[in-house]
């Protein structure tokens, strides 16, 4: 059973249940940080001295914190060849668009987008700013647009650790009020994980919580 620290409202923490979900592992979450607190108690700092979210402790295992390694911890224990390799060179090649996904979009887009649009009050808002931060995640999304157009999926044929790492942000990026310019292949993969239940039940969920209101 694995037992997990973290609220459904973190994108982290939402790709790591997907993750969950996809591989059918059983598992209880526990609501910690934001506004349910109790990431900063000794107890959860003893598992991660970071006080981030989420945390993973598998059986009686040590406690993991940092979702990209609990994500290749699970996929190497858990999932199938196609999701994760034994291989070393055919996983690099889900490794490298993971890592692509993690450092380049994920990194545009949280907290230069998401937390300018909704975790900032409108009235405190920089739209310059923001059309600035847009533009350059724009640029990266162009990689995932010209990558789709040849494959179903990011890493290839087959759904894999690569898509989970990318793929979470992207019902908030097709859901907040931003510039979208068109990119038919994202928007046909985007609507593919739509269909995939473990993504509709664990990160198609509400981000109300995180919105700040003047």
Request: charged fraction near 25%.
């Amino acid at each position: 059973m694995l037992t997990i620290w973290g609220r459904k409202s973190s994108s982290n923490v939402q790709a790591l249940m997907w993750a969950v979900g996809e591989l059918g592992l059983p598992y209880k979450r526990l609501d910690i940080g934001h506004r349910y607190g109790g990431n900063n108690t000794p107890k959860f700092l003893g598992m991660n001295p970071n006080g981030t979210i989420p945390v993973l402790r598998d059986g009686e295992d040590e406690p993991l914190w940092e979702t990209g390694a609990i994500l290749r911890y699970l996929a190497t224990r858990y999932a199938p060849e196609s999701f994760w390799p034994a291989d070393p060179a055919r996983r690099a090649q889900i490794d490298k668009w993971a890592e692509w996904a993690k450092i380049n979009v994920c990194a545009s887009f949280t907290e230069p987008v998401f937390w300018r649009v909704v975790r900032t009050a409108p009235s405190k808002q920089d739209p310059v700013a923001i059309a600035q931060a847009v533009a350059k995640l724009d640029r990266i999304l162009d990689i995932a647009e010209v990558r789709l157009t040849d494959v179903p999926f990011l890493a290839g044929a087959d759904f894999s650790l690569a898509d989970i790492q990318f793929g979470h942000i992207l019902y908030r990026y097709f859901d907040i009020a931003i510039a979208r310019p068109s990119r038919p292949a994202l928007q046909r993969y985007y609507e593919a994980l739509t269909r995939r239940p473990a993504f509709a039940d664990h990160v198609m969920v509400s981000y109300e919580e995180l919105r700040v209101l003047d």
